[in-house]
């Protein structure tokens, strides 16, 4: 019985002994980051911009894989199942794990399946009308649609998106009735804002500054907490009198949960690093996006309250899908 212990003491002992080893020895070959979304959408560049710019930190390449279908599910569900030996990274954002999980019962991923690693970038958006809308700012969008109850529609990219619960939360905080028209893109919605067969949409700040600086719809107040500094002038939908109102989108890094303790901290650090040098902030930047760069705790915290959050949005939407 004593010999047993015995071995079992050092067979624990030699684990404990390997774990730095092993996280000195990390990595040793090339790792693979997954966006579940298409080349050139904001997961996909904000992801291409972290792997270029940590690759130098690690000394191995980062390998975007895309993995895009059933709305970012796909792809997702695919980091989920990765081996969690830290070889393996995952961009993931509001809709994949903190919204589907409220909309669909049998999604094949959960939260608790990923290591959170850091917030990389918030994605407020901005509650934009069509020209022909006689409202200029929050307070007359919610007495326009007062007046005329049902008439008044939002545009989204689909029905549970980020962009459909966002307005939804909008209409339930302002206690208004405004009909939601689902789009499959927020390029189409925009494009009938503009056209003006649709009253309203909120997208996010690099998707509707187009539009808006060319005079083609009308900006009246930003979902976030507080004003962005690249629209400063711009008010929240809070300042506006819709008090508490705040529902931003985000997107971080993540591993598949189980990946060891040791590897998380270095890219943690590591990517906190790349967020707060020049080059990652004049880039982020360009693209309207501020960068957060937070700890893995403070981020699962945020997580925890994004998910009851984003649960309450779903409720309030009556969000069905298709």
Same mark, same amino acid.
């Given at each position: 019985?004593?010999?047993?212990?015995?071995?079992?003491?050092?067979?624990?002992?030699?684990?404990?002994?390997?774990?730095?080893?092993?996280?000195?020895?990390?990595?040793?070959?090339?790792?693979?980051?997954?966006?579940?979304?298409?080349?050139?959408?904001?997961?996909?560049?904000?992801?291409?911009?972290?792997?270029?710019?940590?690759?130098?930190?690690?000394?191995?390449?980062?390998?975007?894989?895309?993995?895009?279908?059933?709305?970012?599910?796909?792809?997702?569900?695919?980091?989920?199942?990765?081996?969690?030996?830290?070889?393996?990274?995952?961009?993931?954002?509001?809709?994949?794990?903190?919204?589907?999980?409220?909309?669909?019962?049998?999604?094949?991923?959960?939260?608790?399946?990923?290591?959170?690693?850091?917030?990389?970038?918030?994605?407020?958006?901005?509650?934009?009308?069509?020209?022909?809308?006689?409202?200029?700012?929050?307070?007359?969008?919610?007495?326009?649609?007062?007046?005329?109850?049902?008439?008044?529609?939002?545009? +989204?990219?689909?029905?549970?998106?980020?962009?459909?619960?966002?307005? !939804?939360?909008?209409?339930?905080?302002?206690?208004?009735?405004?009909?939601?028209?689902?789009?499959?893109? +927020?390029?189409?919605?925009?494009?009938?804002?503009?056209?003006?067969?649709?009253?309203?949409?909120?997208?996010?700040?690099?998707?509707?500054?187009?539009?808006?600086?060319?005079?083609?719809?009308?900006?009246?107040?930003?979902? +976030?907490?507080?004003? +962005?500094?690249?629209?400063?002038?711009?008010?929240?939908?809070?300042?506006?009198?819709?008090?508490?109102?705040?529902?931003?989108?985000?997107?971080?890094?993540?591993?598949?949960?189980?990946?060891?303790?040791?590897?998380?901290?270095?890219?943690? !650090?590591?990517?906190?690093?790349?967020?707060?040098?020049?080059?990652?902030?004049?880039?982020?930047?360009?693209?309207?996006?501020?960068?957060?760069?937070?700890?893995?705790?403070?981020?699962?915290?945020?997580?925890? !309250?994004?998910?009851?959050?984003?649960?309450?949005?779903?409720?309030?939407?009556?969000?069905?899908?298709?």
């Amino acid at each position: 019985m004593a010999s047993r212990v015995l071995r079992m003491l050092a067979a624990a002992l030699a684990a404990l002994c390997a774990l730095p080893a092993f996280a000195q020895e990390w990595p040793a070959k090339p790792l693979r980051l997954i966006v579940p979304f298409p080349p050139g959408q904001g997961a996909d560049i904000i992801g291409r911009l972290i792997a270029e710019q940590l690759t130098p930190a690690l000394g191995q390449s980062i390998v975007v894989e895309n993995k895009p279908g059933a709305g970012s599910m796909i792809g997702t569900a695919y980091a989920a199942k990765a081996p969690p030996d830290g070889y393996t990274l995952f961009i993931g954002g509001t809709s994949a794990l903190v919204i589907n999980p409220h909309l669909f019962k049998n999604l094949e991923y959960r939260l608790s399946d990923f290591a959170p690693i850091t917030n990389i970038a918030s994605l407020p958006m901005i509650i934009c009308v069509a020209n022909d809308v006689p409202a200029r700012s929050i307070q007359e969008l919610i007495a326009l649609a007062r007046q005329r109850p049902g008439e008044l529609t939002y545009g +989204s990219s689909g029905n549970g998106s980020t962009h459909h619960l966002v307005q !939804a939360l909008f209409a339930s905080a302002a206690g208004i009735r405004i009909n939601h028209v689902p789009y499959k893109g +927020s390029a189409a919605s925009m494009a009938d804002l503009v056209a003006g067969r649709i009253t309203m949409l909120a997208d996010t700040l690099p998707a509707v500054m187009p539009s808006v600086r060319a005079g083609k719809v009308r900006a009246l107040g930003i979902t +976030s907490s507080m004003r +962005s500094p690249f629209f400063p002038e711009l008010a929240t939908v809070a300042e506006q009198g819709l008090k508490g109102y705040e529902a931003t989108a985000w997107a971080g890094l993540f591993a598949p949960a189980g990946t060891p303790e040791a590897i998380l901290d270095r890219l943690n !650090a590591e990517v906190v690093k790349v967020l707060k040098a020049p080059e990652a902030q004049k880039r982020f930047q360009n693209l309207s996006m501020p960068t957060i760069g937070n700890s893995r705790a403070d981020y699962a915290a945020f997580l925890k !309250a994004e998910y009851q959050r984003w649960e309450g949005a779903v409720r309030v939407s009556g969000a069905k899908v298709d």
